[in-house]
Each structure stands twice: as structure tokens, then as C-alpha cells.
């Protein structure tokens, strides 16, 4: 995993500047690269721009402009149309804003988030939950690179044994034309 880890980029989404501060505090303690985003919209923006640059999207849920919920289901909405899906980890204290309710985590679910993460952030909490993901990512990816690769080897093959059908129709084709001139 601390392999992964090293060449892993996160996009942190945190219009919080004192968020974005820890979170990048730690995120430097776990050697993580990372780009922060101040707001859904620049979220969506980047990811968009370039995907495939980061392993993993650390998510606040409540911005101005375009919130971590919209920002998510647009993500979604351009991963479905592209075969793409990025780990999205919601960093939120919802739970500390509305006292006792438990729905904080259900709710970033059920919007296309994968994990959860709840505020303060703890670094062995941050730790584990992008070890998992970025675990997940890399053995995804590693998973079609290798589909990928068969599937090369196949059209490889078949272009092949197109090939070798083609000569052996020609050589056929000589053979038959041969025993027609004969007759």
C-alpha cells in the first residue's frame, strides 16, 4: 500500500480555508500529492479537465456555488458516459450540525459517495479509509490494464489467423485455378 500511496493525487474540495489547511497538513504527512478545489464547480472542472490524474476525491459536502452532494452526481454523471469511477470520500461534519442524526453517512451514499469521512478529521481515520480506496483504485485499474491487455492479445490472434486464412485461400485459390487450367 505505501507504494500506492506514493503516486497517488488526491483532489481535496474544501471551500473552508481552514480545512483546507488541515486537510493538506495531513495529507503531506501521508506523502500525498494533492490539488484543492475550493468549491464543487472547480471540482467537477478538474476532474473533468484531467481523470485520470487523481487516485482519490476527498469531498466537503456543504459549499457555496455547487455542494459535495451535486458536485458527486455530476462526477457520476460524467464517469458513467466515460467507464470512469474515481473513490469520492466525503470530509463533512453534518453530523456535528444537525445533533443525533445518523443520516449524515446514509445521505453522502446515497448520492454517488463512497465513503465517509466525519470532521475533526483524525489522521489514522484519514489513513486507513485512502489506503482502502486508493487500494481499491489501483487494483481497478491494474484489473483493466490486464483486460485491456488480453483483449489486445485476442485481436492479435485473430488478425493472425486472419491472415494465415487469407494465404491459405490464396494458395487455394492458385491450386483450384491450377487444376481448372489442366483439365
Known amino acids: 500500500i505505501p507504494a500506492i500511496m506514493q503516486t497517488a493525487k488526491i483532489l481535496v474540495v474544501d471551500d473552508n480555508i481552514v480545512n483546507q489547511k488541515i486537510l493538506s497538513r495531513l495529507l503531506k504527512n501521508l506523502n500525498l500529492k494533492y ?14 479537465a484531467q ?5 482519490a476525491i476527498l469531498m466537503d459536502t456543504m459549499m457555496p456555488i455547487c455542494d459535495g452532494f451535486q ?14 469511477h ?4 466525503a470530509v463533512t461534519g453534518l453530523e456535528l450540525l444537525d445533533a443525533g442524526n445518523h443520516n449524515a453517512r446514509e445521505r453522502c451514499l446515497s448520492c454517488g459517495m463512497d465513503d465517509y469521512i466525519p470532521k475533526p478529521v483524525v489522521l489514522k481515520n484519514l489513513k486507513e479509509t485512502l489506503a482502502r480506496w486508493l487500494l481499491f483504485s489501483y487494483n481497478r ?3 483493466k490494464q490486464k483486460l485491456r ?3 489486445e492479445l485476442c485481436i492479435d490472434k485473430l488478425i493472425q489467423i486472419n491472415s ?5 485461400n490464396l494458395i487455394l485459390g ?10
Do not use: H
Not at 490539488?35 to 473533468?48: D, H, K, P, V
Open 86 to 89: 474515481i473513490p469520492i470520500i
Open 51 to 55: 481523470p485520470t490524474i487523481f487516485s
Open 149 to 151: 491487455t488480453l483483449f
Open 71 to 84: 458536485a458527486t452526481l455530476q462526477i457520476r454523471k460524467f464517469e458513467k458516459q466515460n467507464g470512469l
Open 164 to 168: 494465415e486464412n487469407e494465404n491459405n
Open 35 to 48: 490539488i484543492i478545489a475550493c468549491n464543487g464547480q472547480e471540482a467537477i472542472t478538474a476532474y473533468q
Open 174 to 183: 492458385n491450386t483450384n485455378m491450377n487444376l481448372n487450367s489442366s483439365d
Open 141 to 143: 485499474l491494474v484489473s
